[in-house]
């Protein structure tokens, strides 16, 4: 994929400097950027279903790592965060009953919506929270080396990666 059709170009600005999640940011990023060449190369659903799935559960997963870390570092604001977290993937499932139920294809207009929630999401909530727990001395680096084995456990069994990766 060429620069200029990268449909979502991950940038330093968002960046939460917390590594793990950055990571896991991209990896939605990439995700989505997989998404959107599935769609305008008209790979078929079953393909693009298969994406979308990945998606989700990577979504999933990724939320619940990301409120353990703010419920082990007692961040004030955890709940108003669950809250944008499962209303998302509430929006997320509407979408695609819409899809289903209407039969017209809705991906590009899914895209953007998520496209745009996600830099919304990290440049607002997310980095409040990051900067917050730092400020607040949590260590970030004794969490993250223990996040980031568990993580690696979390994604196994999902096998998300294999499913986009190898489409
Ligand atoms: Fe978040």
Do not use: C
């Not at 793990?20 to 769609?39: G, K, P, S, T, Y």
């Not at 496209?115 to 999401?121: N, T």
């Amino acid at each position: 994929m060429s620069n200029d059709e990268i449909f979502f170009k991950w940038s330093p600005d968002y960046s939460v400097n917390i590594k793990a999640i950055d990571d896991q940011h991209q990896e939605l990023v990439n995700i989505l950027n997989r998404l959107f060449v599935a769609v305008s190369k008209r790979e078929g659903d079953q393909a693009i279903a298969g994406i979308l799935d990945a998606l989700v559960s990577y979504t999933q997963t990724h939320f619940a790592l990301e409120e353990r870390l703010m419920r082990q570092a007692k961040y004030k604001d955890l709940e108003p965060h669950i809250a944008e977290h499962k209303k998302l993937l509430e929006q997320l499932d509407q979408l695609a009953k819409k899809h289903m139920l209407e039969e017209k294809p809705i991906y590009f207009e899914m895209l953007a919506f998520l496209k745009s929630w996600l830099k919304v999401h990290i440049q607002g909530v997310d980095m409040k929270y990051s900067t917050a727990l730092q400020q607040a001395g949590f260590s970030v680096d004794a969490w993250e080396r223990e996040a980031t084995a568990e993580f690696a456990t979390m994604s196994n069994s999902k096998k998300w990666w294999e499913v986009w990766k190898a489409a």
